[in-house]
């Protein structure tokens, strides 16, 4: 044992006060290793200074950065059977989502909430990938359809944000089934000539991307995020081609017509905010009454003959 560990660190220790710097506070960039200090990454919504790469949020953090003031109000979605098959692999169903609700502090993988966006109603269902990786359930569904519920009500748009690897598979059927659920949901907002606008995050996958988050009025994606249905490499070794550069990433899907626009997470909520502007005024104008048009003249319209004009 050396005399400099045993004796002269815990003086010096103690001089100073003992604490290590805690292991947060630095955070690696995923894409260009970059280290980033976690204060200045959160001032920046959690993109890289250095490359731009848009990394993962919460859902609680989402509406945090999307509504005015970072103010809204939860809306509650009905509970629903935790574990309908009983199912277990390696771990039990159950255990996998009391750890997910522990670590995420969320009871479920899907966060609703109402407030305003550029001073528009909106609605907003948002995912948290950090959830069992934002797979869909049942209680996604149940929280999609209670989404569109509330925008009915409060005549509000809906927006839906997904980050999701898909179906959840210890839910087997019924999960798969919320596919044409949460198609429901959407025409539920559309019935009501409500605007429906998707925020395509990374990543969005499976059964959710060919459900509700491909189908709004308006797509947005974010840059750089993966949206797909099957993965590159299935894909890749089903037509045995190589695959384009930049395969199944926001900006491909732009260049073939299948998002609108690719807006960064900064720009994001001015974005939205000129969107629901526009669409709110279309909507007021749309509803003016439509003048009648004139009958023919030259005829009489009880018996069809001149009228001597």
């Not at 019924?174 to 429901?184: A, E, G, H, K, N």
């Not at 990433?249 to 960064?264: K, R």
Request: proline share 6%; net charge negative.
């Amino acid at each position: 044992m050396s005399w400099l560990t045993e004796f002269v660190r815990p003086k010096i220790r103690a001089l100073v006060g003992g604490n290590d710097v805690p292991d947060n506070l630095w955070q690696k960039c995923p894409s260009c290793e970059q280290m980033l200090f976690h204060r200045e990454l959160e001032e920046n919504l959690n993109v890289c200074h250095a490359c731009g790469h848009h990394m993962r949020l919460s859902a609680t953090q989402r509406l945090e950065q999307l509504f005015d003031d970072a103010a809204f109000k939860r809306v509650a979605v009905p509970a629903v059977t935790p574990d309908p098959l009983k199912f277990r692999d390696s771990r039990r169903y159950t255990d996998r989502l009391r750890d997910a609700q522990n670590k995420s502090g969320e009871r479920e993988a899907i966060v609703v909430a109402h407030g305003t966006i550029g001073g528009q109603p909106v609605v907003v269902a948002a995912f948290d990938f950090g959830f069992m990786g934002g797979s869909m359930g049942q209680a996604v569904g149940a929280g999609l359809l209670a989404a569109a519920d509330a925008a009915v009500e409060k005549e509000a748009a809906l927006i839906a944000i997904p980050a999701s690897g898909g179906a959840r598979m210890q839910e087997g059927m019924l999960s798969l089934v919320q596919m044409p659920r949460s198609v429901i949901a959407v025409e539920r907002v559309r019935e009501a000539g409500l605007p429906y606008i998707v925020i395509l995050t990374d990543p969005t996958t499976g059964g959710v991307s060919a459900s509700f988050a491909m189908l709004g009025d308006i797509q947005i994606a974010e840059p750089g995020a993966t949206i797909g249905f099957a993965g590159k490499r299935v894909i890749q070794d089903t037509v045995r081609e190589e695959l384009p550069e930049g395969f199944q990433t926001a900006e491909h899907l732009q260049e073939h017509g299948q998002v609108d626009m690719v807006v960064p997470r900064s720009e994001l909520r001015k974005q939205l905010a000129t969107i629901l502007g526009l669409l709110r005024k279309t909507g007021i104008e749309t509803q003016a009454p439509v003048p009648a048009i004139p009958p023919p003249q030259g005829k009489n319209e009880r018996d069809g003959t001149n009228d001597g004009s």
